[in-house]
């Protein structure tokens, strides 16, 4: 155990605020909680490294832990760890595999999307693979896109700003939502910044949140030497994903032990880029009047990244939109967790409170920065989802921005 | 006044005391232990956790040495539970001098005991917070005991022989007629009650209290009374036993015991046996010693001192401290005072606390005319719980839930999680730092031998981790309102127990204890307003 580790440790007093934040504890008793699978039981691990709670696969990893805590301790990141050490012991099943595979998943349906989003709505094969495997049968399924969004993507020929920026889409935008990532382009090139892509790994969140740790090192060290290589080039990397950033930037750091200084500085929010770029004067703020009510929604891992809600500066901007933020915590989808047959009651349940805000404001549409957020919005509330930058886009330019 | 009738009334319910009952009980000798206060709350549980294995002793005291080894050996076998396999190291420094580990390689291997040395960089890169400076290190066959678990281990085994045990029950005087002992008068400190015991002898195994006792039979025993500061840090620095390979001295043990680590510990001669109050500087000098094998001491957090008399005796010295040898005496007063009845045991440390029985039941048997030979070091303490216990344990308690309760209860572990399994809301951690489930309280609050909420603590270890009781002590006080030693007024049992639990953070109040005592006034003083509270 490093010495940074040991002092986190110490750090926690026992003030259960982890506790009664957590969203998971907060609805069901078969989670014991972050403190006590976290810093508590991290004492006992110390001399029995087997001290594992198996109530700790029932945590969302949504790391409301790490924002509430008073002390400074990496409650979440403790948690990662006793999962991973639980999967180590104790094996995953095939369902977990599976899931936390969403690269894979991606690449396969590639084959034939439109088969596999007709299959993901035939009822009798749901309930088969509830049965088989225990993949919820209630819950909605990610549609695939026709095209990855690195095949759809085109770079455009744009007058040279000096500014290099690389995206890193991540999974669920290159297979299920090539839309946002093409809104990205249209609105970096609103501002003449031409966008390059490159084929990354997953970030390997949903490997880390199933306990599959090995692997998802293996990744991260993929991915930081490309990153890494980018930087030295002088680019700056921009994400959408607010899932992938805190991967990318936090979990690489706290659960392998990987140097992610450098992109503390060179990777931002696509938000957080805009804001910088609008504080520079340089941002282009021509845009045209959007007449829409929205209820914005702040995804658990945004929150975490500690950089605000970037994007409510740049939509401000945007005459006739009106945003309202929903404030009703974490969705409870938590990436894969939602779709497990045991947990999608607990999953619904934390999300109730999402339904009320909606229901409350009365909007039609919401938006959030996450792919996973989007999706159990709509299955909860059934109104249409979006990411900030499709409604950007559309005040951008005359495109079809927000049609779904 | 109640009265009864016993062969043989042991005081002092230390492990000594409780070794000498389990022994009497083996022989078939009738005995009833008799404890002022509860079981192992004096010196039995205010030390190290070390058992030793006779290293630090070798040099100075071979026959100490050959016989901490050799009761090591005697308790890893028959107390499995109640030991834990840590192993030891000696490790020399720069300032140390070099001959001295070449003269205690030789006295280790006169004495018996196996010692090998390590590669230091190994060692370094498996113990990181140990200093680089290191230049040699040993491995030597230390381990960590807890000493709750041995006493109530001893007092189960006796048990189940007939013997019997008056906790809270002080002596308040020895009867004698015609040179020789007749009985004891003991008062209740709990309800004031008189009782006395008819007996033929006397065994007075009462630690740093023995001089007491003594006088109430006008006999002088010189027993030193060397008050010994450690301090407990927060979690496991190292996975091994650390001493100082030098002569023994203050602040040059480091014992990880379960969750925490021990480093100990200072020596003072003090006049009152129950002065077990750390002191503040004494913290800060163990510190500084502790400093030099683990640089980064100071960074690590602290969650309290505590401080135990070690009872040494010399037979006619007014020497103290180091100097004093930790062996142990036996004095038959008939031979010495010329008082039939009545044996002393004297000085001696935790390891040996099985032979100190021993010896004292050979001695009291022969005047007794028993023949019986000594069972305690074949017969194990407890019986192993069965894996399949253990699995089912883990269902109910987790992982390490169920290995320390099964560790603590032994035998009764099968009837906790029974009441668990039946009943899974008994199944709830109640003392989160250290796990420990409802099932398992309220099992210490049965037993008939819990009155306070800190024999709760010394039986289950709730309350003795990171919070220091700030959580489970009005917790577990909820659930247990249903019993008559705990349903009177609250204040009071909250009282008692968190200033036992402050005693102890005060000389550390800094760093993040000091919040913890901030966190624990807020919730105490202000929220429950017990300032205000009759």
């Known amino acids: 155990m490093s010495s940074d580790h040991r002092l986190a440790l110490d750090n926690c007093i026992k003030c259960s605020i982890c506790v009664s934040h957590c969203p998971v504890a907060r609805v069901t008793d078969k989670f014991a909680g972050p403190k006590q699978n976290g810093p508590d039981l991290e004492r006992f691990r110390l001399e029995e490294p087997a001290a594992v709670h198996p109530s700790i696969g029932y945590c969302t990893n949504c790391k409301g832990c790490d924002v509430v805590c008073p002390s400074g301790v990496a409650v979440s990141a403790m948690n990662c760890r006793a999962r991973g050490e639980y999967v180590s012991l104790h094996g995953a099943p095939l369902r977990d595999k599976i899931l936390a595979r969403v690269d894979r998943m991606g690449r396969a349906a590639r084959l034939a999307p439109s088969l596999v989003n007709r299959l993901a709505g035939l009822r009798p094969l749901r309930l088969l693979a509830e049965k088989m495997l225990g993949i919820s049968a209630a819950m909605t399924m990610p549609r695939y896109a026709k095209k990855t969004f690195l095949e759809l993507y085109k770079p455009k020929n744009i007058g040279d700003t000096g500014r290099k920026v690389l995206y890193y889409p991540g999974c669920y935008v290159n297979y299920n939502a090539p839309e946002v990532g093409l809104a990205l382009a249209e609105v970096l090139a609103h501002n003449n910044i031409r966008v390059e892509v490159e084929q990354f790994d997953c970030c390997g969140l949903p490997l880390i949140a199933n306990g599959l740790l090995d692997t998802a090192r293996d990744q991260a060290k993929k991915n930081l030497a490309k990153l890494q290589g980018y930087i030295n080039r002088g680019y700056d990397i921009v994400t959408t994903c607010p899932s992938c950033h805190l991967t990318l930037r936090q979990e690489y750091r706290e659960l392998f032990q990987l140097n992610t200084d450098p992109l503390h500085e060179k990777m931002l929010d696509v938000f957080e880029y805009l804001s910088v770029l609008l504080q520079q004067g340089k941002l282009v703020t021509r845009f045209e009047e959007l007449p829409l009510q929205v209820g914005y929604h702040q995804p658990c891992h945004l929150k975490a990244a500690g950089c605000g809600v970037p994007s409510r500066e740049i939509l401000q901007l945007i005459p006739g939109l009106r945003v309202a933020d929903l404030d009703a915590g974490c969705c409870g989808l938590a990436g894969t967790y939602g779709f497990k047959k045991e947990k999608y009651a607990i999953s619904q349940a934390i999300g109730r409170n999402v339904f009320n805000a909606v229901k409350e404001l009365g909007v039609r549409q919401v938006i959030s920065e996450c792919g996973m957020c989007q999706l159990q919005i709509h299955h909860l509330t059934g109104v249409a989802v979006y990411h900030p930058l499709q409604v950007l886009a559309q005040a951008c330019g005359p495109g079809k921005w927000l049609a779904k | ?534």
Not at chain 2, 72 to 97: H, K, S, W, Y
Not at chain 2, 173 to 189: D, F, K, P, Y
């Open chain 2, 1 to 534: 006044m109640e009265t009864d009738k016993v062969q043989v009334v042991v005081i002092g319910g230390g492990a000594t005391g409780t070794g000498i009952l389990r022994d009497l009980a083996l022989r078939g000798i009738p005995a009833v232990l008799v404890e002022q206060g509860d079981l192992a709350h004096g010196t039995s549980s205010r030390f190290h956790g070390l058992l030793h294995s006779g290293a630090r002793y070798a040099v100075k005291d071979k026959e100490a040495a050959r016989e901490c080894i050799e009761e090591n050996m005697i308790l890893r076998r028959i107390a499995p539970n109640c030991v834990e396999l840590t192993g030891g190291l000696f490790v020399q420094l720069p300032e140390d001098d070099p001959q001295y580990a070449d003269r205690w390689i030789t006295a280790c291997a006169e004495a018996g005991i196996n010692c090998e040395e390590i590669d230091v960089q190994e060692l370094i890169k498996k113990n990181p917070v140990l200093s680089p400076n290191v230049t040699r290190a040993f491995k030597v066959p230390d381990c960590a005991v807890d000493g709750f678990r041995i006493l109530w281990g001893n007092v189960n085994s006796a048990r189940r022989y007939g013997a019997r045990v008056l906790t809270y029950h002080r002596v308040s005087a020895i009867h004698q007629s015609n040179g020789r002992v007749t009985g004891v008068e003991l008062i209740n400190q709990l309800n004031g009650q008189k009782r006395s015991v008819e007996c033929e002898m006397v065994i007075n195994a009462a630690g740093p209290w023995g001089g007491e006792v003594a006088a109430m039979a006008g006999l002088e025993v010189n027993v030193i009374k060397d008050k010994g500061t450690l301090v407990a840090y927060n979690h496991r620095l190292m996975s091994m036993v650390v001493n100082r390979l030098r002569p023994p001295g203050d602040g040059d043990i480091f014992v990880p015991h379960g969750t925490i680590t021990i480093l100990g510990t200072t020596s003072t001669t003090v006049d009152n046996p129950g002065c077990t109050k750390p002191g503040h500087n004494e913290v800060l000098e163990l510190i500084k010693i502790g400093q030099e094998m683990v640089p980064e001491l100071e960074s690590y957090r602290l969650i309290r001192a505590f401080a135990g008399v070690r009872p040494l005796y010399q037979e006619n010295s007014a020497a103290g401290g180091r100097s004093v040898t930790r062996n142990f005496a036996l004095l038959d007063h008939r031979q010495r005072d010329g008082l039939a009845g009545m044996v002393s045991i004297v000085g001696g440390k935790f390891t040996t606390f099985r032979l100190m029985a021993e010896k004292t039941v050979d001695l009291v048997a022969s005047q007794l005319g028993v023949n019986a030979p000594c069972r305690t070091a074949r017969e194990p303490l407890t019986a192993p719980v069965s894996e399949e216990l253990l699995e089912r344990g883990k269902k109910v308690f987790g992982v390490p839930g169920a290995k320390k309760a099964a560790e603590r209860l032994g035998d009764s572990f099968a009837q906790v999680v029974e009441q668990a399994e039946k009943n899974p809301d008994k199944g709830r951690i109640f003392c989160e730092c250290e796990v420990v489930s409802l099932a398992e309280i309220e099992h210490a609050a049965h037993s008939g031998d819990s009155f306070t909420l800190g024999d709760i603590r010394r039986k289950t270890r709730m309350g003795m981790g990171t919070c220091q009781g700030t959580f489970c002590s009005y917790r577990i006080l909820g659930a247990l309102s249903g019993y008559p030693q705990f349903a009177g007024n609250h204040r009071e049992y909250l009282t008692k127990f968190l200033q036992k639990r402050w005693k102890g953070m005060r000389p550390v109040l800094w760093g993040q204890q000091l919040r913890e005592a901030q966190l624990s006034t807020g919730i105490y003083c202000t929220l429950f307003a017990m300032e205000r509270m009759r």
